[in-house]
């Protein structure tokens, strides 16, 4: 483990050891709830693979094996007026009756825990997670613990943060966060150089965060917000990243409708050791105009801006923004202005009733990819027990400001496109999302997203790429005690500029389409068992010669609860 591993663990612990002596002599067993389950499962699997080394094949080239994969876990759950710890851990060992060699364990958690320091003022939060990945698409976007584990890393983030929310808001708003961040994907992957350029050296960040947050307050007549943030990211094989922002928002009414409003923000991205560079990433603009409030809280301004990027000459453009909020559980934002490559916009449509929830979003920016792993409720997001991730044990919350409870987690089924590796990117994201919930029998989602991103540095290969997939999940409850579900999704990942430019692909561009489905009836047997019994098929045709894959699997799971 490197140096700088060890000093940031030590530091979690250090503060973790703190939180549990304050609270030892408090806690009684009545306030611990643990959950022990061991699940069993058997895969009947043929499938096809390009990594077909220690493989036993048949005289199609495709592999028959019966898997077996053991997998006991323990949730620990602790709550009390100040203190909620929820904690997850699984370990997976997979024996393959006709491969041996592909025999795997793997171990993974989940900790999280927060600490009310003072009411609902000051709360420090922690958590810690190690996860298996995908190590990179290239090398097969299907890639699991059963199938393809050699293309699997570990990857261990964890997250600390103080956080300050001003209990008064008569005469002012004000909030604080800061936060440490550690992102480290192991090394314990073994990977085809010809294939795939990722190294695990280079997901190897630590980032310190301060984010401060002014407004008006409810009483006062002109509207104003003041936003900071700041932060460093220590790269282990690339330069340190460091990033700014400071957005100051003006508002002075005219008349009950219309107020003159004012903005002005700066951007500042630096990589240390590359002036150039970092100069054309520095964004700064403001601008002034008019505010058309329609109804309450919701309003349309249009402002002349004056923007100007590194030591280009300024530009002059109009841009603005429109806000409706229809109801608490819904709300519409546009915004039209400019950033570092040029014109900038977004979007966030949120619908909700009861049942139904409707989401698209739209975002253009500059990152690096630990800091957009750390992101948390999104649009269309349901809300699960930590350590699954199945649509029939989720639901939707009733309310756009969910706080999640102990023991939970956030999950968003047409998944989320976070390369290892840590480059700073120029990206674009998309997505639309349908949800439905009815609380009884029936749970439904489908989604798209979009997302295209690239390299700033140009320090690896294929870096650039756009994404696009399309997902849906059923789940029936056909009886009370069993539930049937479909799930489905389609995804296109196009690598530019990966291969050798031809007649037949003038781009160079690699273009792998994956194509998944599976069917699953799940039964509860009695109190402590149940089964899950599926049929899935998995595929990726690629125009990049011997990279085809194709899986079908039967599969009985058995789930004990202790």
Request: glycine letters at 6%; a negative charge.
């Amino acid at each position: 483990m490197h140096t700088r591993t060890r000093i940031i663990n030590n530091k979690f612990c250090s503060v973790a050891s703190a939180v549990i002596c304050a609270l030892s002599g408090t806690v009684n067993a009545s306030d611990v709830k643990l959950i022990p389950v061991m699940e069993v499962g058997v895969y009947n699997i043929n499938y096809t693979t390009p990594n077909t080394n220690d493989l036993v094949l048949e005289s199609d080239g495709s592999v028959d094996d019966r898997v077996i994969q053991y997998k006991p876990s323990l949730a620990i759950d602790y709550k009390s007026k100040k203190l909620n710890v929820s904690s997850f851990v699984d370990y997976a060992a997979t024996q393959h009756s006709n491969n041996g060699a592909q025999d795997t364990e793997h171990l993974s958690y989940s900790i999280n825990s927060d600490l009310a320091i003072y009411e609902q003022a000051l709360h420090w939060r922690g958590s810690v997670n190690r996860k298996y990945r995908v190590a990179d698409s290239q090398l097969g976007a299907f890639s699991d613990e059963i199938v393809g584990s050699e293309n699997l890393t570990g990857v261990m983030t964890m997250q600390q943060s103080l956080d300050f929310l001003l209990p008064n808001t008569r005469y002012i708003n004000a909030s604080a966060k800061l936060s440490l961040n550690k992102s480290e994907a192991q090394d314990d992957v073994e990977l085809d150089e010809d294939v795939s350029n990722f190294s695990t050296s280079t997901f190897d960040t630590e980032s310190k965060n301060l984010n401060l947050a002014f407004a008006n307050g409810d009483r006062s007549a002109v509207d104003w917000v003041i936003l900071m943030s700041h932060s460093k990211s220590d790269r282990a094989e690339l330069s340190d990243y460091s990033a700014s922002n400071f957005v100051f928002e003006l508002g002075v009414p005219i008349t009950q409708r219309f107020s003159w409003v004012a903005d002005a923000s700066i951007n500042k991205n630096k990589i240390d050791n590359d002036q150039a560079l970092s100069s054309g990433l520095t964004h700064k603009q403001w601008g002034t105009g008019l505010s058309w409030r329609f109804i309450r809280n919701s309003h349309l301004s249009i402002l002349a801006y004056r923007s100007k990027t590194g030591e280009q000459e300024a530009r002059e453009f109009i841009g603005g923004e429109f806000e409706w909020v229809m109801s608490s559980r819904s709300q519409l934002k546009l915004t039209a202005d400019r950033n570092q490559f040029g014109e900038n916009y977004g979007f966030n449509l949120n619908l909700r009733n009861r049942y139904l929830q409707a989401s698209a979003s739209y975002s253009e920016g500059i990152d690096i990819n630990s800091q957009q792993s750390f992101s948390t409720g999104q649009l269309g997001s349901f809300v699960c027990p930590l350590g699954s991730a199945t649509i029939d044990q989720c639901f939707l919350p009733q309310t756009l400001d969910y706080q999640l409870q102990a023991g939970e987690q956030w999950v968003t089924f047409n998944g989320r496109d976070i390369q290892l590796n840590d480059e700073v990117v120029n990206f674009k994201s998309g997505s639309f999302n349908l949800s439905y919930d009815n609380g009884r029998k029936l749970k439904l989602f489908a989604g798209y997203r979009l997302s295209e991103q690239e390299s700033v540095e140009k320090q690896s290969s294929n870096n650039d790429r756009l994404s696009s997939s399309v997902s849906a999940s059923v789940n029936y409850k056909v009886s009370a005690k069993s539930d049937l579900s479909l799930t489905t999704s389609i995804s296109k990942n196009t690598y530019l500029g990966y291969q050798t430019v031809t007649a037949e692909n003038p781009n160079g561009d690699r273009i792998d389409k994956n194509r998944s489905w599976a069917l699953s009836f799940k039964s509860q047997l009695s109190p402590r068992l149940s089964t899950d019994l599926s049929y899935s098929y998995r595929q990726t045709d690629s125009n990049q010669a011997g990279r085809d894959t194709e899986d079908n699997r039967l599969t009985l799971i058995g789930r004990y609860v202790f």
